[in-house]
T-cell receptor
């Protein structure tokens, strides 16, 4: 069964450092998303991406965040200068079209900022 | 700003019982509603989605939508211990490409 793959599964970084979280969406999917979940809290939307452009972003997705599809397979989330409050599980998702009914989530990257 | 509210629980039911999970949402214009299941430390998995008022059934799961009351529910019949998880209610954003999640209700099914 096709799946969304995220690497690494766990990343520890020092405050102020840049991190890149990587995702390989399902191969025929065209829409890509990042969500985050701070421990014990709700899943929060960060950004959606289609045709090499951001489709929608939340208030959380400020200037320290960026997304990129550097090649035909990877979809990345960059956090420029990490803060303690960026510690969370980050989920990538993809869907073949714009409808969330077909969105699949990856297993997540746990980011710990120390 | 769309809000989705859920009772955090825990909701405890015995094996074989019906579990009823509820969700309310703030935006009367919301059109699409989703139920996800999330096991501890894992990613959300889609259980069902519903667009129209009324009931939608899929196996042991029934989603119910009442747009007038801005209320969505999920019924799980013949609950199993493997159903023990956190159930997330979500609505689509106005732009339609994002999901707005509630905090989730933790369900515990005892054998």
């Amino acid at each position: 069964e096709p799946e969304v793959t995220q690497t690494p599964s766990h990343q520890v970084t020092q405050m102020g450092q840049e991190v890149i979280l990587r995702c390989v969406p399902i191969s025929n999917h065209l829409y890509f998303y990042w969500y985050r979940q701070i421990l014990g809290q709700k899943v929060e939307f960060l950004v959606s991406f289609y045709n090499n452009e951001i489709s929608e972003k939340s208030e959380i997705f400020d200037d320290q965040f960026s997304v990129e599809r550097p090649d035909g397979s990877n979809f990345t989330l960059k956090i420029r200068s990490t803060k303690l409050e960026d510690s969370a599980m980050y989920f990538c998702a993809s869907s073949p079209g714009p409808r969330n009914t077909e969105a699949f989530f990856g297993q997540g990257t746990r980011l710990t900022v120390v | 700003q769309k809000e989705v509210e859920q009772n955090s629980g825990p909701l405890s039911v015995p094996e074989g019982a019906i579990a009823s999970l509820n969700c309310t949402y703030s935006d009367r214009g919301s059109q699409s509603f989703f139920w996800y299941r999330q096991y501890s430390g894992k990613s959300p998995e889609l259980i069902m989605f519903i667009y129209s008022n009324g009931d939608k059934e899929d196996g042991r799961f029934t989603a119910q939508l009442n747009k007038a009351s801005q209320y969505v529910s999920l019924l799980i019949r013949d609950s199993q211990p493997s159903d023990s998880a956190t159930y997330l209610c979500a609505v689509e954003s106005q732009a339609g490409t994002a999901l707005i999640f509630g905090k989730g209700t933790t369900l515990s099914v005892s054998s």
